[in-house]
């Protein structure tokens, strides 16, 4: 048989693998095995990593809605320069009377490489999802986003858990940045 004639076959049961993987990892996600107390978006004592990830990402889009510079900072570890960064341009934002709502990142993937009661390190694949950026007669939704992996250094600060560092990673899915609301290290 000509190898040029499996080729799509291969490629569509890569696909369908790709999209089969996906949507295990969704529904895993929003099958709610989080280990979160009712009400509260920072994860218990002893919470999976994935939930611990999960809450945070939900923090940080409700303080790129709400245009809060404050509370965006207050999820990073003091002096942290991925704060530093993703403070700043929120705050260019804000300047220019804009806010990004609906902001949602789809993690891909996670393993955990280090799990400590205190600090997570993990490599995250994920990319960024609707958000639409608004105000100042602007209504224009954020360009796609490529899936990139970054490894993820969280630390507990007093029941709180704070990212420390993001570092990007070669990835085999995207070498590209995140979009304008993205953390850099």
């Known amino acids: 048989m000509d190898p040029r004639r499996l080729l799509p076959f291969l490629l569509g049961l890569t696909l369908c693998a790709v999209l089969a993987t996906a949507v295990v990892v969704l529904v895993a996600w929003r099958s709610g095995t989080d280990e979160t107390r009712a009400g509260d978006s920072s994860p218990a004592a002893g919470a999976a990593p994935r939930s611990v990830l999960a809450a945070w990402d939900e923090r940080r889009a409700a303080a790129w809605a709400d245009g809060d510079v404050e509370a965006l900072r207050d ?63 602007v209504d224009a939704a954020l360009p796609q986003d490529r899936s990139s992996t970054r490894t993820v250094t969280l630390r507990r600060v007093d029941g709180a858990w704070l990212v420390v560092r993001t570092r990007d990673q070669a990835s085999a899915a995207a070498s590209t940045s995140r979009t304008s609301t993205s953390w850099k290290s």
């Open 75 to 137: 999820l990073y570890v003091a002096g942290s320069a991925t704060g530093r960064s993703d403070a700043r341009m929120l705050a260019a934002y804000v300047d220019r009377g804009l806010r990004v709502e609906g902001l949602t990142t789809q993690v891909l993937a996670l393993e955990v490489l280090a799990e400590e009661p205190e600090r997570l390190i993990l490599r995250v694949t994920d990319r960024v999802r609707g958000g639409v950026v608004t105000g100042a007669a």
